[in-house]
């Protein structure tokens, strides 16, 4: 089909699928994408600051994936693992645990992030013969049932569906919230040792609870970088009560936050591990990955997949992991990741919108205020997200109001599209800011 005429098709749309999956932000019907670009129907170029949601890291068509797939379409297009076995999946799984925590080396592989983390759920509670899930509040983990059940990003995501009962949630750890005087580390860790005795003294005993579950920095609910010594906390309360740890690193896998893993970063390892976006640089991939005590211990049938650890996104997955390494990405990701920090603090001291600025790495939320009231103000951000997608560059949004401008670029980003990118973005912020009759800074230096 010609790049014109599918035109009337896109203007079909809202029949032709459901509005849940039709009308997400901001809708552009492209024609191509490469490297950190769009492009679209209109002709026009776009900057892609989303990654198709933290999933293109190595850029979009990276040569080296794409020579990978069509490779590997040539002698396999589907498994299922276990009826046949196949390279691909075996060289995978020997490749990551390369890569993860040590003791995370085995491998249940699946396709999107809501399958890990079922799979993850799974089986802590298989193996503890425990019923009961910790999560916390803010914490995005899917939208399948098992999976929404502790998901507490919004509301909404839950509502008329009764995900089951059998979860407590306890609350994150926001900077933010820390009162002046005190480490952040300290604070935060002691505020979690008190809430999690008053669970288990009012609402569920220990040795009722099978896992804990959650991002070690907080996606979907905000882009919330907690205190390391929280996560810490966390580990030695599961360690104390013989719970396990999931760390749902589905959005943070892969060198978003600097290092493969968020876990590294923190210097925090979990029991089980849910991956997937971007570990086969836009293939349908993902893995609970725990142990092989722990994997050792769910027979088959406990738990199953057709499409799961396809031939041709393991092949991609593999091809994503040399370009990681041959790139130096992970590099890339904390010298660019420092370098759009440091200029978003500048933009911050210029715009009076700007609430606040949290990264790390290349994981970068930007919280756009009422100027006055300084409540969050998510109405603002999409018409800012408009006007910079107007002009030609994409953002996207999280936070439980939509208040957060999610920065997301592919780890191939270079300064001089973190210019780019931030100039248009800038100027979308002074054109809010005139259109509500506030006044920017002179200057953000």
Not at 11 to 16: A, E, I, Q, T, V
Not at 147 to 168: E, I
Request: overall charge negative; hydrophobic content about 40%; glycine content about 10%.
């Amino acid at each position: 089909m010609t790049q014109g005429n599918w035109l009337p098709l896109f203007h079909k749309m809202h029949d032709l699928l459901a509005p849940t999956m039709a009308k997400d932000h901001p809708n552009l019907p492209v024609v191509k994408e490469e490297g950190c670009y769009y492009y679209g129907l209109d002709g026009k170029k776009y900057l892609d600051f989303t990654s198709g949601i933290a999933v293109a890291n190595t850029g979009h068509r990276h040569p080296k994936v794409v020579q990978a797939i069509k490779e590997a379409a040539d002698r396999l297009m589907h498994g299922p693992s276990g009826v046949i076995m196949y390279e691909s999946i075996l060289r995978l799984a020997e490749e990551l645990t390369k890569i993860l925590p040590e003791g995370l080396d085995c491998f249940f592989f699946a396709n999107s992030g809501t399958e890990a983390i079922e799979g993850a759920i799974k089986l802590a509670k298989h193996v503890t013969r425990r019923p009961y899930v910790i999560s916390f509040t803010g914490c995005f983990h899917g939208r399948s049932l098992g999976a929404l059940s502790v998901s507490t990003s919004k509301s909404k995501y839950r509502k008329y569906l009764q995900p089951n009962g059998l979860t407590y949630q306890l609350p994150y750890a926001n900077p933010k919230h820390c009162p002046v005087g005190e480490d952040s580390d300290v604070y935060f860790a002691r505020k979690l040792e008190q809430d999690v005795e008053s669970l288990f003294a009012h609402q569920v005993t220990p040795e009722e609870v099978a896992c804990m579950i959650v991002e070690p920095v907080l996606g979907e609910g905000g882009y919330i970088v907690p205190p390391k010594g929280w996560l810490r906390k966390i580990r030695e309360i599961c360690d104390r009560h013989g719970i396990l740890l999931i760390f749902d690193e589905v959005q943070t896998g892969f060198g978003r936050t600097g290092e493969w893993f968020a876990a590294q970063t923190f210097g925090v390892t979990p029991d089980i591990m849910a991956i997937a976006k971007g570990i086969a640089s836009g293939l349908p991939l993902s893995a609970t990955v725990a142990s092989k005590e722990l994997m050792k211990q769910w027979p088959l049938g406990s738990h199953g997949t057709t499409f799961g650890g396809n031939p041709i996104a393991c092949e991609a997955a593999l091809a994503t992991l040399d370009v990681f390494r041959e790139e130096k990405l992970l590099e890339n990701c904390r010298e660019v990741g420092e370098y759009a920090r440091k200029k978003l603090g500048l933009l911050k001291r210029k715009h009076p919108v700007i609430g606040d600025v949290r990264s790390i790495g290349l994981m970068i939320g930007i919280e756009i205020v009422h100027p006055h009231t300084r409540e969050p103000n998510g109405e603002g951000v999409m018409n800012i997200l408009n006007r910079c997608l107007h002009k030609g560059v994409l953002f996207y949004l999280c936070g439980n109001q939509g208040e957060v401008v999610r920065m997301i670029p592919p780890l191939i980003v270079t300064k001089e599209q973190i210019d780019e990118g931030l100039s248009m973005f800038d100027e979308a912020l002074t054109e809010y800011e005139e259109e509500i009759g506030v006044h920017s800074f002179a200057s953000g230096k």
